[in-house]
Structures are given as C-alpha cells and as structure tokens.
C-alpha cells in the first residue's frame, strides 16, 4: 500500500479557457470541474487507478464537499475531523497549456488537531504496513515550518519498516533540509527551484542549465542532499524531463513527445510512478523511467486528470546514466 498525507487538501476547480486569458476582460469558459486535490490526494489517486492499494489521510470535517468529491472519485480516503472547511484552489489553463494557479492558504491547525493528525498516521501505518508514505503539498496556517521533520522523526521511530517520500516547497521545504541529519526521508522529490532552496542556490538557473542539457549543476546539488542523509533525490525539470540521484548513481530521463494540455498533478503523478516502481522491485533507473512518464501523461490530460496506465508511454521514456 502507498499511505499518503496531505495537511492542507484543496478543492481544484480548473477553469478551463477557449482563448488566451485576458486581463482585466469578461471570459466565458469551455469547462469547469471541481475535484478533491492535493499533492498526496493526487498520489494516491493515481496509484488507485493503477490497481495499488493507497489510502490518503487528511484533515476534513465529515460533511466537507471535499469528502464527497473524493468518494465520488472513489479516492480510498481516512478524514481527521475538523471544524473548518477545507480550501479551495483555482486553477486557469490556456489553450497553448498555459496554466496559472490561484492557492488559497488553508484553514488554521491548531496544535490540538496537529497531535490528532500525527497520531492518525502512526495508526495507519501499522494497521496497513504501508511500506512507502508520502507526505506531500505546503503546510496550512498554524503548523511550524519544521513540522515535516518532526513527522519524519516520529515515523522513523515509530514504524522503522516504512520508507518516507516528502514533496513541499518554500519554507516548508527549507525547514525541512535543517533536519536532514537528523532524521532524512528516503525520497525527496524537488523541482528545480525547490532543490536551490535546499541548497543555497539559484533554482532558476539550475532549470535553465537542465533546459539546455546541463544537467551538472543539478546533480551536484543533489549530491549535496544525498549526502546529508536522503536515499534518493528525484528532481522533476519539466520539458527537460527528471534526474535521479542516490549515493550509487545518477541518471536522467527525457519525456516522450508530449502535447502539453495541463501541468497540474504532473510532479504528483510523477511520485506515484516513482512509488509504484520502487514497490515492483525495479532498479533506480526504472523507477525514474517510470516517473517521467507519468509525469508527461499527466501533462498531456486537461485539468488535474491523472493518468491510468494506458495511458503511460515507458517505451519512448529515455533514461540514460550520468558520470
């Protein structure tokens, strides 16, 4: 099983336009949905549609229009109750694959709800012997930016047996980093500029290098993270595709042709193929095949459509291993 934990969960309401956007104008829309989202949520769906048990485990009051549109996805889903309702976000996408993200910030964690949620993690784990966590997204209002780390620590304690993924950003992502010694995941899945925050360095020019086929400057940062104590660093670059980094190796993988229709959920789906991967047994460099095509099928699918393995292309997935 593939447990995932999401703090701050979203309803994803992708407004999709027929036109480029227009400042400032009146638009009418070809589409709207609204899905339960969330960068664990997006995980676990996507594993659940590959046939892999998952469960994701988030804060929600039972009568949440979040709850309802994760059964109606069918999401295996475990809500720690709370008063306050879950957010909501805003995504805007082109024609051309534009696409622009309005995030609202959460309702508050107090630290009542904080305990609640880490003890119902630690009971998930056991009662599901979940070799791979993920705890994925940003930190609701309230929460200490270190309390990825904390978690971390606790799971290492409490369940030695189970492998740890964390995907954040921002400060969360920083604080994280501070603990490494001390407690490290095994999996950190960054971007670009997330994995500069890690490592006091431009992000952006780490994308642009990888853009342009230099994918050095990335793997030395990497390096620099699997040194401090993280398994396997897997950086997400998006057209240029992703690089995996372990104390053993490092390896890149390009996309197969994609047309790129929405990024939302692409890093997400990207995990999951990585996780899903990992638990089949295959070799570093399968997982991060895997992964890359993930990511790119979730590319090609309109609003935060996640990809079924039908729809993976593996075979044009280039990987190749780096000195």
């Known amino acids: 099983m593939i447990l995932t934990f999401t703090p701050n ?3 994803d309401a992708t407004l999709t336009l027929p036109e480029p956007l227009a400042p400032g104008s009146v638009q009418r829309l070809s589409a709207l949905t609204h899905v339960a989202g969330g960068k664990g949520v997006n995980v676990a769906h996507a594993a659940h549609l590959a046939g ?29 109750p709370m008063r306050a309702r879950v957010r909501t976000n805003t995504t805007i996408t082109q024609p051309d694959g534009t696409t622009t993200k ?14 609640r949620l880490a003890r119902a993690l630690v009971e998930a784990v056991r ?20 309390w990825y780390g904390e978690l971390v620590a606790l799971l290492r ?32 899945k960054p971007n670009g500029l997330e994995l500069g925050q890690l490592v006091g360095a431009d992000g952006a020019d780490l ?4 853009d342009r086929g230099d994918y050095a400057p990335v793997i030395r940062a990497a390096r620099e993270i699997v040194g401090q104590g993280v398994e396997s660093v897997l950086v997400t670059l998006g057209g240029a595709g992703a690089v995996l ?4 190796g490092a390896w890149k993988a390009t996309p197969p042709p994609t047309t790129v229709v929405s990024t939302v959920g692409a890093g997400d789906s990207s995990l999951a193929g990585y996780l899903l991967a990992h638990i089949e047994g295959r070799a570093p460099d399968q997982c991060l095949r895997r992964a890359v095509a993930y990511g790119s099928a979730a590319a090609g699918l309109p609003g935060t459509t996640l990809p ?3 729809q993976v292309d593996t075979e044009r997935t280039r990987v190749t291993a780096l000195d």
Request: net charge negative; hydrophobic share 45%; aromatic share 4%.
């Open 127 to 146: 009662e599901h012997d979940a070799p791979w966590v993920a705890m994925s997204g940003s930190l609701p209002p309230g929460v200490p930016m270190g």
């Open 52 to 80: 892999h048990p998952a469960l994701v485990l988030f804060p929600a009051g039972p009568q949440d229009p979040f709850v309802d549109l994760a059964a109606r996805e069918s999401i295996p889903s475990l809500a720690v």
């Open 102 to 115: 309005l995030n609202g910030p959460g309702p508050t964690i107090d630290a009542e709800l904080r305990e």
């Open 9 to 11: 969960p979203s309803v």
């Open 308 to 310: 079924r393995p039908g």
């Open 207 to 210: 994308e642009a290098r990888a």
């Open 157 to 188: 304690r409490e369940a030695p047996a189970t492998r740890i993924a964390v995907d954040t950003s921002d400060a969360a992502m920083i604080a994280l980093g501070r603990s490494f010694e001390a407690a490290a995941p095994h999996l950190i």
């Open 245 to 248: 980094v372990t104390a053993e």
